[in-house]
């Protein structure tokens, strides 16, 4: 195994797409840091919106690591790390390189930008896999290299950019994703197919989800609740896609509060959201096949059940596997 | 992410798991070194039984990217990657340390052990994964230890004993394992199912195995030739499950040379080979069930066909889980 830059950008990558869907509307972004005799530093990723961005969550890791100092561990908020960076460094950073899926950030909000952190603490070699087209927080790169910074750009550039899509969608127009947990057989009825930690991980998603879409007759067959119990979250606005309008209302999804729920018999109301998760099987995925970005697998390594998906002739390209206690997890876009 | 000792081994472990079904009849095997400031310095892996050890091919690895030294690289054979190693090492390697899947051999073969190879270029930290049981090469702990080498042994003990079963198996009785390749939606008909890539692979591990089960009806339909084609490589001896005897002679498999073919009712003579593949759909899973040590899936992230896997109820853990080109490889335990 080659241990070079592209190494490095993995690992970065790999870090980033565990939180892929969690992140909304922020982008999900990975960073390692790489010191002065290539050890490394740190791999971490941006995590949630309001959380520290990568690149933040990374030094702070860092700082750790250099100088075992643990005062640092115990700050969360991102002023709070910024500012002890900067009071604490003592140039301890400047023969480290950064890695980083996204371009920095250039906007100076309720924190410096980390462009501005980033050579403050004078790091010289930073390497970006995609740059920053958010007119908000781009032009990190001239930041960087006007304050004597060398950045390299388009590392994995086009694994970079798999990852920002659903970020740069859901600026543009929406981010639409197709869910579903299958076994080994590809079947997807009888019960529970996925592990606990899988149903813990779309309620995550769930939680950041604006816009849930279902199809009728599940909702009449499961009688699902749709919400995100399992991480104290907030329930999704639902769209139930039938053509028959009459529902139990005794069904659990009902009876959460704070959701708006249409029954449509079209899927017109998605484009009036930014983050939309759509549950389904066979049926489901033949009506949504174009208006979906990406498709979110998680497989369980088990045989059973007896309805399979019954879709014919379409091919993927994993973007990302994972494997999370007992199931994998796989990002795909469809080709 | 934490960036310890478990990252280094699960670096070496991914390496081997590559491997796994090629090394026979050697056990897979990874290595990674890692310098005194905590880099990265090699990550490598056994790669066929002939071929170096993975310590030594780390350690080829480790010198290379310590002293940009180039001619190391232009040695394959291990002997000569231990004599290079042993005059003009320089003492480079004193604070490096090095961590394998299985406790380094001590058997002095062509070349001196490996366990002797570590103490002489002055390693003084091992970490192993499994005890190597296996009489010839055992006590490489003892030999380190014995000149001044902290060994520090079971790390991951459990991936590592994963990883060594298919070498015990061979040792003790047989290993058997049991390969398919299957789409997402549970489909093992209609034509190549995996990439070239995949059934490449496929190949290599044929030309390492020294018995193929397949089922009369798959002959009789597919009339596969079953060889290793794709990597020139030597097709195995055939078992073709079948209770009726008779076979159109002209099918493929039945006009490679140096091949012997058994038609059988039962799978007795499985125990007379030592690294056994069966391929195969549902009814060869069912019915080699009891004999069976691991599973081999190459999962194409594809739909189609029609025909899929039907077996009730079994689980399975994932011992690991690799993106090779277009499919997915996963090497699974039936729990």
């Known amino acids: 195994m080659i241990i070079d830059n592209n190494f ?9 797409w565990k939180y892929q ?3 909304y509307p922020n982008p999900a972004v990975g960073c390692t840091i790489v010191g002065k005799s290539s050890e490394i530093l740190a791999v971490e990723a941006h ?8 690149e933040v969550n990374a030094l702070q890791s860092a700082y750790y690591k250099l100088t075992n100092d643990k005062s640092i561990l115990s700050l969360a908020d991102s002023a709070d790390i910024h500012n002890y960076l900067l009071l604490n460094h003592n140039n301890i950073f400047t023969k480290t390189k ?3 899926t996204l371009e920095p950030c250039s906007h100076h909000g309720k924190t410096p930008s980390c462009a501005s952190l980033i050579y403050e603490l004078g790091i010289k070699e930073v390497y970006v896999g995609s740059p920053d087209t958010n007119v908000l927080a781009q032009n990190g790169k001239d930041i960087l290299t006007n304050n004597g910074c060398s950045v390299y750009t388009k590392l994995l550039a086009k694994e970079c950019d798999a990852l ?7 600026l543009e127009e929406n ?10 057989n590809g079947t997807t009825d009888d019960g529970n197919v996925s592990s606990l930690e899988s149903r813990t991980d779309v309620h995550a998603k769930r939680d950041v989800c604006d816009l849930l879409v279902i199809g009728g007759n599940t909702v009449r067959e499961d009688r699902p609740k749709l919400d995100a119990r399992l991480v104290d979250g907030k329930a999704p606005d639902i769209l139930i896609y039938s053509r028959e309008k009459e529902f139990d209302k005794t069904i659990a999804l009902f009876n959460v509060e704070g959701r ?3 029954i449509e018999s079209d899927f017109k109301r998605v484009k009036n959201y930014k983050n939309v998760m ?10 949504t096949r174009d208006i979906v970005d990406y498709y979110l697998c998680y497989l369980s390594p088990s045989f059973g059940g007896s309805k399979s998906f019954d879709v014919c002739g379409d091919k993927f390209d994993i973007l990302n596997v994972t494997q999370e206690s007992e199931d994998i997890i796989m990002w795909m876009k469809r080709i």
């Open 175 to 184: 981010f639409v994703y197709f869910k579903w947990a299958q076994r080994l």
């Open 278 to 287: 759509i549950e389904g099987t066979d049926t489901m995925y033949m009506m």
């Open 260 to 262: 708006e729920i249409f």
């Open 8 to 16: 490095y950008m993995n690992l970065a990558l790999n870090e980033a």
């Open 164 to 170: 920002l899509l659903p970020f740069k969608r859901s």
């Open 47 to 54: 995590q949630k919106a309001g959380a520290p961005h990568a």
């Open 98 to 100: 950064l890695f980083t």
């Open 21 to 23: 869907g969690l992140t």
